[in-house]
Structures are given as C-alpha cells and as structure tokens.
C-alpha cells in the first residue's frame, strides 16, 4: 500500500468485498452508505477524484457505490 | 470521613426465595431458606463469634467457635454450618458456651505469638477480637510446649516453626501467626478459581501451604489478593500495612485497569494509600479483586512520573520545564498556527479509555466545538470499534447485552478470542466458579489458553488458525442451521424473518460446513458440530470476546457472525445468555459513549443528524461540522500526505499501542504540534512538543463505564500530584485557544452528558451515590439501568441478520514468511505496560517473551530462552523464544507490554473493512537465531533516550 489513493482504493473495495455477498442491489447502496458514514471529507475528496480518474482498481460495485456517492454529496471546500 | 465498615455475616447468602422465620435469643428473624444460622443472627444484629467462617466462602465448621445451642435438640452444633429451619429456637449464648468458647480461644492462643502491640494485623485482627469477645484471660497451659511461634524452643531448633515467606513483592505469608482456619485455600479455591493453596499435614502438623511447599513466588499463585482479605491474622498480610500501619479512613473507587470495572476501598491515612481492598457492594466483582487493581497501584507515586508541564520547539531538544499557562499559550498558539496554515481540519486529538467519561467527554467537546472539526478518536479504534458496529447494525446497541452477574446463570459460556483469566481475571474467576458448578465451556482461540488449562474446568477447545474467526462462527451457524437447531420461535418473533431465511440458506450452503472449511481453520470438524450443538441446545449460551475477534480485517464480520448465533439460537434477553464484549480498558466503554468517534457524537448518534447536532450546536452555542473526522490510522495517513499537522493526545500511547510502528513515527514526525497529556514520558512523547502532566484516578473525581455497561464513581483521595486533574487541563488548554469551557466539578460536566444524552438521561452523582452504580439505558423507562438488554425486543426493533462471508486476510504466509503471529496479553501486565512495568508487577513478567511450537523451534535451531530475530513485511524485531506446545505448529504468540520488544514493528498496516481497527491478530513472519537486538531497536531506544532529556531548570526569572 505505497501511494495515498492505493490505500484508499484497498479500503474501499474492502467494503466492498463485505456486501457482495448481498447481491448487486443491496451492496451498492451499503457500500455507498459506508462510506458517506465513516469517511472524513478529505478522503472522500480523494477517492472521487480517483474516481474523476477513471477509477482504477475499484470493483464494479464499489466504482457504482462512489459513483451515486458522489452524485448525491456536497462536501465542503478543504479549510 | 471513617472507614467503611463491611459487615460479614460469616456465610454466603441465599439465593432461595422460600423464606423461613426462627428465633434467635428471643428475637424473631425472618431469613431465606438455606442460610445458616450465623448468618440470620448477624442479620438479627447478633454476632456470633467465628474464626474459620467469613462470607466470601462456604461454611467448614473447623473452629468451634461458633458453637450455639438450639431448644430440642442435643449437643451444640457449629452455627456456621447449621441451616435454619421454621421455627426454632436458638441461644447463641449460655454458660456453657462461654465455657466452651474459652477453651477453644485458649487452645488457639497458646500456640500464637503475644506480639500484639507490633504486629501488622494489630487493630486488624479477628483472633484479638474473638480473644476478646470470649473474655480470655489466661492461658493455662503456658507457651513453652510444642509450638509453630518460636524459632527455638528450650535451646533446640524449633523444627515446626517456619520463617516468613516474603517472597510475594506485596504481602508476606507468616507461618508463625497461622492458626489453619484455612479461610486462605477456601478463598483461592472458591473465589479465586486457582487452587494454588492446600493445606499440608495432618493435626498438629497441618500448615498452609502454596503448591508442593513452594514459595508464594514460586506456586501457582496469582497474588490475586483474597487469600490475603480471607486472612483472620497477621498471617497474611499486605507489605504496605506492614510498612505503614493501619489506615484510617476509606473511600469506594473504581479500579483504572481492565474493564471489568471492580470496586475497591482505597483505605488512606491522611493523602497517602494504605492498600486497596475489594469492595463486597461492588457489583462487578463482588468482592473480588486481580493482582493489578488489589496491588500495582505504585505507578502513581512512581519517581519517573512527571509533575509539571514541558514544552520545546523541536522534539530534538531537550525539554524545558515550564508554568501551565506557559504551556497552554504555546499549545494553543501552534495548534492554531497549524490551523491557519493547512486548514481548520488540520488538527485533531485522542480521548483516552483510561481517564474519566467526564474528561472524555470534554475533549471531544473541545475537539468538534473548539477545534471545529471531528478528528476525534479513541483507542477503541485499535481494539473494539467492529464491536460498536456489528453490535449496533444486528442488535442496534453498540455494547454487550448482558451484567457479570449473569454468568452465574449460564449453561454454556463460549469465549472466543479472549482469555479472560489473563485480560479479564475477576470476570474469568466468576465465570470458572459457574464451571465448577457444572456449566460448559467452550474456547475458540489459536492457542491453549490459562482459560482452557482452568483446575477443574474441561473446555472444548477449538484452535483455530489466526484469521478464520469468520469460517469457524459461520460453520457453528451451518451445524445449527441443517441440524435443525434454530430457535425458530424466538427468530419468528423477536427478528426479521425474510433476512433469517436469506442467512440460513447462506450458511447452509455446503461450503460453510465444518467438513469443507477445517483445510483452513484447523478445527476438527467433529469437535466444531459438538461446540455447536452445546450451544445451541445446553440451556442458556452466553458468549463472551475480546480483541481476538475484532482485531482481524474481518473484525466487523466477526461480530456479526456472533450476533447472529445468538439470535438464532434465541440466547439473548435474559440473565444468563447474550453478546459480551469483554473491554480492554477500563473505561473503553464510556470513551465510546461520549462520542470519541469522529462520526458519532455522545450516545451514539451520527453527526450528520441534524436534530441531534443541533442539540449539541444550542447547548455549546457553537456551529458544529456535519462531516466525519478522522480516524486514528486515517491521521496518520494524513499526517504523511501532509494535510494532518497537530495532535492532542490524552492519556493514549499511541507510538506503542499501535500497529506499524516506522508508520506511526513517520506520522508523528510529520506533525508540526504533538501534545501529550500522560503520567509519563510515554514513547509517543518522545515526538512530542508539549507534556502536559496528568492525574492519576486517585487524584479526581468521576466516573469509568465497564464492559458491562456499568457506570461507577472514581473518587478523589488525594489532591493531584501535577496540580491540575485531567479535566481542568483540558480546560486550560480549551481557554487558551479561545475556547471556554466552565466547570467547578466533574458531576455539573456528568449532568451536560446527561441533558444532552438519551441513554444518559437519568444519570447525576447523587444517583450514582445512592445506588452504587447504574448500567445504561438509565433514563425515564429504566431509572434504575438497564442489568439485561434486549428483553422484550431489540433496540432496532427486528433483528437483523447479516451474510458474513469469509474472506481471507491479505496478510499471507508464504515461503518468506511462513509463520503466523499472533498477540495476547498476560495477568501481571496491562496493556502497553506504562502502569504495570512501574510496579512490583514485573516480578511476574520482566520481558516479553515469543512462544513457539516445538517443531517450528526445531526446524530453526531455537532453544528455549535464545534470542530470535522475529521478521514480517513491515519489520524486524528480537525477542527470547520460549518453546511450548500451547500454540500450534505454524503459529508464534508474543505479548507487547514491553516498548523494547517492539512488537508492533512487525504488525502490518491491515485492517478491519468497515472500522480500521487494526490487524494484530494476524502478522505473517518468519523466526530465525539472533544474538541480540535488532538495529531498530537500538536505534529507536538512542531516539528515546535522547527525547526525554530535560533541561536542567533556569534561575527563577
């Protein structure tokens, strides 16, 4: 886990990793209620730029999960 | 302010409900069935005279003293071992038994020093107090015949006297003052669970004796103290008694180790401890007490600790010992500095488990209405966070369901990752009591634990490989499941039904079973379906975990898992079944409450609720910030990427305590402001600017919440050595940014908690006065607590039952690393050993040691005691190997009470999916010879060395 994004990509498909057993259409909106939960704005201003990037990495489900994550939050500019 | 008297009624109470009235010396009493007669005189407020009776143990009837007469019947039958019965009448007092009584007091005596006046006990000693309630007088038969009292005796050795064991760092064993009543074996038997005394001889002969005639250092005991409160003599006694003398006033408290939470008695002459003694009222522990809480209290007067605030420019310097307000203007100017360089987000603090809720409290207040942003965290990130979560989406609590005093009513305890008899000692103690009395156990755990090697307990154990917690809680599930095992009507009723259908099909599938996961587990099958079925049909199941479940990538899941087993299982809401987190820190329970997570604030409740925030926003009139914070591991990361620059830690160390150890300096070393708030130069002050001296939990007042939910009183005996309790700090520091915070006492801090807290809201100091204690929810549903949770339903309404999945760490053996470790802790340590190294305690336990299964030791060329050089992905450390069979081929184990042992260079950057608590429990290593230690280790103890330097103090200006 060298580069902050790495390590933020591992962490997310983590998350992931937990829901997929749920099926498709429980774990997007888990995975996304996670995240919206338990990550502080930096991090999520991270990984949606990440995911500006095209998102390398991240599951399909995980990739969808930030995608309507990111669609639906305002975040604050960084102070 | 007096001592606390505690009546004892000589005997244990009855539990039965059927109730019987008889006449003691013309008074009616009215008692439960099965109390003995001793005991419903002392209830009538007649004291019988006893020696070999006190209530802490089952009646033996040996001394004779407690003779009584009864209307009826014939001879004078021992009072202690005489059940009542409806309507009789008793004398406990008459010519005969005077006469009787004498004599017996005068047999005991003439075989008893006359060393009254300098003798430790003196003031403190039944034998005197019996000597003169029979009203002896002389003693016929002299002194001069065969005694256990003098080293000679007519010239010749005296080959029955037997010198004072002092081998034991806090109470000497004096055999010379023993009048075998063995109130000594019965404690460490019955209450202890240790059996380390027996009594040795016959007749005249007979002696109390530790193990094989050992020594008390030498034996299997575990100087848990109740041998010592059992004692009617000097014979046992503690060293400080001796030193010091008798105290004269007690005060309750609430011990600062684990998070059991025992209540003591701090008994004081003026400001300075004369011992603790457990306390009977105490609800966790009833009276019981473990070598850390009755004894390793010494750390707070230790000469290393540090009473007056230090600051310096670069951690470089030396120190440089300043006023507190010196202090706090420099703190408060860089943290805010940091704040107008990188952002208001830049800075952040660490509540501490070990302080008060109310100190907890406030720093979190300072950090999210102060600082203005949630980078708050708290060391139950590192420990119990997927319990706070699993526990809150399956149950919608995030705490154990259940008081200590259930165990007295389970059937089947099953532990998994946790070994109560080290971590936990008073829990493990009551628990093995149950055992002895015929409940099962079952241990889920890598490594043969003091718990499952229990006299007189027979566990199944199931060793597992370190990371299949998942696998193995899911194959218990599988085994109910197709076995028809279910409690489908408790299921039916109490949790939703459509999401128990999807589990139980997942579990069922074949995959899950026991058969198709042991290649991974290592669990044999045949004893995993026979857990399974103890469980699920063996009366009530309670389940008991530590740090062994959550501390896993997938900690969260684990809890679920449990969570799961015990809805389908139907053993939740009532005395003797449930979901127990057992706590690591004392008050690792309340730091949650009070909201130390950065998502959460007080109770629970998310801070982008804008109902609750606004609350908080009105009482604090402040504008709060409705985005989570940082994590402790998320800092870090951050503090590296350079968006993380200040840190205010209480009572944390984190530089020890967490995984990862370069990551950890590399983080701290990035920041521009680290202020410590510690008894001591802890290892992550030496990368600290700022030290801010704190109070130990003699010096204030407040309140620890245990495992069980159990919020009790810490009680200020003595003024704080720093000058400032650790609130008052915080305030101070809170002012000097800007920041005012304004209370005279901890209760008006506990009375905001309450205001703002739901679960809370029937909590003040004046009813933690009268009830002792209270367990949340105590509110206006429960004003008395809550003993049992998830009664009539779950707080979420339905149960919910999650999929777990297994899913295999990433963390790997391999060809480099063949080897997986794993960590545990050990009775005389606690924690990172900042407390306990500072103790006697270290008799116990003076390194860290590695244990290693014979066939690995082999294959490497270790002998036992060798220095090994312990190797994983993140880093290199050297210990001493000690070979043992208690682990598996395939799995080290180590301890991490030591800094220089570093264990945590080697654990990894892995971590739970849904906490970030960290991986520990799983570190993939390799072992090889060593002469000494590593180049790490040398280099980060010059590091040390240097940091703690303190500059020689200027002329006063």
Redesign the interface.
Known sequence: ?SS?AD?LIY?AN??G??F???GHDKAVPGIAD?I????????KRAIFAHLDAGGAGLEPNVLEALTSLKQATS??E?? | MSMIEEIDFGTPRSKSETMVTLTIDGNEVTVPEGTSIMRAAMDAGHQIPKLCATDMVDAFGSCRLCVVEIEGRAGRPASCTTPVMNGLVVHTQSERLKQLRKGVMELYISDHPLDCLTCGANGDCELQDMAGAVGLREVRYGYEGENHVFAKSNGEINAAWMPKDESNPYFTYDPSKCIVCSRCVRACEEVQGSFALTISGRGFDSRVSPGMNESFLGSECVSCGACVQACPTATLTEKSVIEIGQPEHSVVTTCAYCGVGCAFKAEMRGEEVVRMVPYKDGKANRGHSCVKGRFAWGYTNHGERILKPMIRERIEDPWREVSWDAAFSFAAAKMRGIQKKYGRDAIGGITSSRCTNEETYLVQKLIRAGFGNNNVDTCARVCHSPTGYGLSVTFGTSAGTQDFDSVEDTDVAVIIGANPASAHPVFASRLKKRLRQGAKLIVIDPRRTEMVESPHVKALHLPLMPGTNVAVVTALAHVIVTEGLVNEAFVRERCDWSEFEEWAAFVAQPKHSPEATAILTGVDPKTLREAARVYATGGNGAIYYGLGVTEHSQGSTTVIAIANLAMATGNIGRPGVGVNPLRGQNNVQGSCDMGSFPHELPGYRHIAGDAVREQFEAMWDVKLNPEPGLRIPNMFDAAIEGTFMGLYVQGEDILQSDPNTKHVVAALSAMECVIVHDLFLNETANYAHVFLPGSSFLEKDGTFTNAERRIQRVRKVMSPKNGLADWEVTIGLAKAMGFEMNYSHPSEIMDEIAALTPTFAGVSYAKLDELGSVQWPCNEKAPEGTPVMHIDGFVRGKGKFIITEYVATDERTGPRFPLLLTTGRILSQYNVGAQTRRTENVVWHAEDRLEIHPHDAELRGVRDGDWVRLTSRAGETTLRAEITDRVSPGVVYTTFHHPDTQANVITTDYSDWATNCPEYKVTAVQISPSNGPSDWQKSYDEQARQSRRIAPAEAAE
């Open positions: 886990m902050p390590r962490m983590q998350i990793t937990f997929r057993s749920q996670h919206r939960k338990f990550w502080d704005p930096r991090m975040l604050p960084a102070h």
